[in-house]
């Protein structure tokens, strides 16, 4: 009746990390909801250049006030509309694959702007500007493709030194 017990503890399998993928895959998605925390993050930064401007009056910081202004106020204008328009790519985005999220990209700011118009629409006919409703959708639909296209421009700069790292980070791994 003594039996012995023989207790193991479940022990996973360690699996290499692959580090270059999951810097790239982290990347991938901090990315695209950078609109929606990048102007809460600058803002700080425009307030405090327009302190040193006005101290030193060493540079114009006005035009990086007004960057930071238009910043925030896309978020404000858009943030509910850009969180609609992640919730129609995000689960369709293969984020270990850069062409998926590539092509992904590229199309975001094509799909924002019709949601974005869409979403002001009401605005815009209850200020009851109706002979001007074509010009302002216009101005609406040029603002909101330069900023998406900007934030596209900066995401694909990013991947230069972030590829950089990975390439080195997988020699690394290989000797």
Same mark, same amino acid.
């Given at each position: 009746?003594? !039996? &012995? %017990?023989?207790?193991? /503890?479940?022990?996973p399998k360690s699996r290499p990390v692959n580090q270059p993928g999951r810097i790239l895959r982290n990347y991938r998605k901090w990315t695209l909801t950078s609109p929606l925390w990048l102007? @809460? $993050? @600058?803002t700080p930064f425009g307030f405090a =250049?327009?302190? *040193?401007?006005? %101290? $030193? +009056? /060493?540079?114009? !910081?006005?035009? *990086? *006030? =007004? #960057? +930071? $202004?238009m910043l925030v106020y896309s978020l404000l $204008? +858009? +943030?509910v509309q850009y969180l609609i328009t992640l919730f129609l790519v995000w689960r369709r985005i293969d984020f270990d694959d850069g062409r998926?999220? @590539?092509r992904t990209v590229l199309i #975001?700011? *094509? #799909? =924002? &702007?019709?949601i974005q118009i869409a979403a002001t629409l009401p605005f815009i006919l209850n200020a009851g500007r109706l002979d001007e409703l074509h010009q302002t959708m216009l101005y609406l639909a040029i603002l909101d493709l330069g900023f998406g296209y900007s934030y596209v421009a900066l995401w694909l700069l990013g991947l230069i030194p972030l590829h950089l790292v990975t390439r080195f980070l997988k020699k690394q791994n290989n000797d």
């Open positions: 009746m003594n !039996a &012995t %017990y023989q207790t193991t /503890a479940h022990v102007p @809460l $993050f @600058l =250049f327009d302190q *040193l401007e006005r %101290y $030193f +009056g /060493a540079w114009n !910081a006005h035009d *990086l *006030l =007004f #960057i +930071g $202004f $204008f +858009g +943030g998926s999220w @590539l #975001i700011p *094509l #799909i =924002f &702007t019709p």
